[in-house]
């Protein structure tokens, strides 16, 4: 088991990967994997992994009809992301031993529960380091969002 420096902060020393479900049409979203590195990193974290899910990017593909209106919308009300992309994931996690994820997109209680039990770690959004840097600093940091300019993390 992996001892923690701080007890009352689950990131302090932990390995992270970065997870985001990305519209094809946002171009920006390494540069809000970077802040969420950031945020991270800033909690005492190590992040050893990013993963990205672009929606929308291969729609031409696909014969249903509707696909650019579905480009912000989740994969799966569950998980978020495809099935696949998901076991991708779970497997990395399994073999580099991974503390905690942390999506970019906010997540409702379900998919976090359902992605716990498939990852095998912690689940966090950038909602939850926001609110935890903001409570430990006295002010918020942002994670940059869909269509909002970059922020810089202090």
Not at 31 to 57: I, M, T
Not at 98 to 111: E, K, P, S
Not at 118 to 124: D, E, Q, T, Y
């Amino acid at each position: 088991m992996k001892q923690y420096r701080d007890p009352g902060n689950p990131l302090d020393g932990a390995d992270v990967v970065l997870i985001g479900l990305f519209s094809a049409k946002e171009k920006q979203y390494g540069s809000r994997l970077d802040a969420l590195a950031a945020l991270a990193e800033a909690r005492g974290s190590r992040v050893v992994g990013r993963y990205v899910q672009r929606r929308g990017a291969s729609d031409r593909w696909q014969e249903r009809p509707g696909g650019a209106a579905r480009m912000s919308q989740p994969f799966s009300p569950r998980t978020l992301l495809t099935h696949g992309k998901v076991r991708e994931i779970a497997e990395a996690c399994r073999a580099a031993e991974i503390d905690a994820a942390i999506f970019v997109n906010a997540l409702t209680h379900l998919q976090r529960r359902v992605l716990a039990d498939i990852l095998g770690c912690v689940i966090f959004s950038g909602d939850d380091l926001t609110a935890m840097a903001g409570a430990s600093s006295g002010g918020p940091l942002r994670v940059p969002s869909a269509g909002s300019p970059d922020h810089e993390v202090a």
